[in-house]
Every structure is written in structure tokens, then in C-alpha cells.
């Protein structure tokens, strides 16, 4: 069974994207925001992360910094929606900064899913 750790601020989403995952036999953990995610994948076994960008108290761009320093290995997908920016340019960074891929909100179950099996085969 896949183990994904999602992190996204906006609960609809998180439910919404869990429940989706589940469905299609993932194990999903989530998470409100980056502020835990580094004490999460040091306690825990994940095979990726589904992170958003655009998040208070603690935003993706500086997660991704935080689980790099740790783990280099383990697979972050990067989505984002926009926020102050075009999410092009958010999506960018986050793989100039270590992310495996990107998504672009909104996107569809079915999209994310691919993304996350194409990222696993890699």
C-alpha cells in the first residue's frame, strides 16, 4: 500500500484529495500545514509527499527546504493553486528547490493519482 503524506491548508481539499486516495487503496496522513512534516517523516514511513505551496504558519517552498536537509530521497509532488502568484511560478521554484513534480490546482483525482504513480516508478 502507497503511504502519502498531504499537506494542504485547506481542509475541503485535504478530505476531499484523502478520501479520493483511499478509495484507491493509498494510506493517506495529512497535515494542515508544513510546521510538523519534517517530526512526521522522521517518526513515520512515507513513499511521498503530496505538499502545497501556499500555506500559513508554515508554507511549502521552506518545507521542501526542511525535508531535503533530512531526506533526500523520499518524493515530493508540489501542487499549488497560485496565492500572490501565478502557480507556474510558485511550481517552479518548488522543483528548483527540490521537488520530483508539479500540479497545478484544481486538478482531478484521477490526475493527481497519475502523477503520484509516475513520480513512484521513477
Known amino acids: 500500500m502507497t503511504r502519502v503524506l498531504l499537506v494542504d491548508d485547506d481542509e475541503i481539499i ?10 484507491r487503496n493509498f494510506y493517506v496522513y495529512s497535515l494542515s500545514d508544513g510546521t510538523k512534516v519534517v ?9 511521498i509527499i503530496v505538499l502545497d505551496i501556499v500555506m500559513p504558519n508554515k ?10 536537509k533530512i531526506n533526500s530521497k523520499i518524493p515530493i509532488l508540489a501542487v499549488s493553486g497560485g496565492g500572490r502568484t501565478a502557480p507556474s511560478s510558485n511550481l517552479a521554484i518548488a522543483k528548483m ?20 504513480q509516475k513520480i513512484l516508478e521513477n
Open 97 to 116: 528547490m527540490g521537488a520530483n513534480d508539479t500540479l497545478v490546482k484544481p486538478f482531478d483525482s484521477l490526475s493527481l493519482v497519475q502523477k503520484i
Open 39 to 47: 517530526q512526521e517523516i522522521e517518526e513515520n514511513d512515507y513513499d
Open 14 to 23: 485535504r478530505e476531499t484529495l484523502s478520501e479520493a486516495l483511499k478509495l
Open 59 to 68: 508554507e511549502g517552498l521552506e518545507t521542501i527546504q526542511d525535508v531535503r
